[in-house]
T-cell receptor, first 118, second 112 residues
Framework: NAGVTQTPKFQVLKTGQSMTLQCAQDMNHNSMYWYRQDPGMGLRLIYYSASEGTTDKGEVPNGYNVSRLNKREFSLRLESAAPSQTSVYFC?????????????????FGPGTRLTVT | GESVGLHLPTLSVQEGDNSIINCAYSNSASDYFIWYKQESGKGPQFIIDIRSNMDKRQGQRVTVLLNKTVKHLSLQIAATQPGDSAVYFCADASSNTGKLIFGQGTTLQVKP
């Protein structure tokens, strides 16, 4: 069981470039999340997908788009990167509400992607 | 909106002592709380959780206390070890969506 995996681990972009961060989980979880973490800060929710086929905005969605490709995969896209998007990005998954025998709120996190936009 | 905050950005303790990390929340409707541990260069790792109908929950060397009257949450770590050095986050979970709202984190430093 790999848990939650993210690629790439590190990325440097120039302002205006685009890129997609990939996330996959092998725990058969329904819900997936994208967060960003800035120095000295907690995690802020960018987008989430409560179940396959649905996505919703979180706290800081501007400048990002997401795709829930299937139950396992949830990608985050930066269409035109800006220096303000320099951050560490974490993907997480949880069993989700209503899954018998599971803890719905416990989120499992990937190792993160360190993104620098110059 | 909701906010979840920790009282101190940094806590320094002697190895073997007990650690207490505090968290305050503002949303009286919050019904679920989680503590996460984040080691340097890694993603957050679940430690323990507590529902709002409980006052106390114990795990292995960790205890979470919830005081709903003053909207206060604490994480107690017994016999703190060097491996406990990390940033600790409390988070409030929405019962409708499962979304977590994180506090800013407390850095625990363990002195040998």
């Amino acid at each position: 069981n790999a848990g939650v995996t993210q690629t790439p681990k590190f990325q440097v972009l120039k302002t205006g470039q685009s890129m997609t961060l990939q996330c996959a989980q092998d725990m058969n979880h329904n819900s997936m999340y994208w967060y960003r973490q800035d120095p000295g800060m907690g995690l802020r929710l960018i987008y989430y997908s409560a179940s396959e086929g649905t996505t919703d905005k979180g706290e800081v969605p501007n400048g990002y788009n997401v795709s829930r490709l299937n139950k396992r995969e949830f990608s985050l896209r930066l269409e035109s990167a800006a220096p303000s998007q320099t951050s560490v990005y974490f993907c997480a998954s949880s069993a989700g509400l209503g899954l018998a025998g599971s803890l719905p709120y416990e989120q499992y996190f990937g190792p993160g992607t360190r993104l620098t936009v110059t | 909106g909701e906010s979840v905050g920790l009282h101190l950005p940094t806590l320094s303790v002697q190895e073997g002592d007990n650690s207490i990390i505090n968290c305050a929340y503002s949303n009286s409707a919050s019904d679920y709380f989680i503590w996460y541990k984040q080691e340097s260069g890694k993603g957050p790792q679940f430690i323990i959780d507590i529902r709002s109908n409980m006052d106390k929950r114990q795990g292995q060397r960790v205890t979470v206390l919830l005081n709903k009257t003053v909207k206060h949450l604490s994480l107690q770590i017994a016999a703190t070890q060097p491996g406990d050095s990390a940033v600790y986050f409390c988070a409030d979970a929405s019962s409708n969506t499962g979304k977590l709202i994180f506090g800013q984190g407390t850095t625990l430093q363990v002195k040998p």
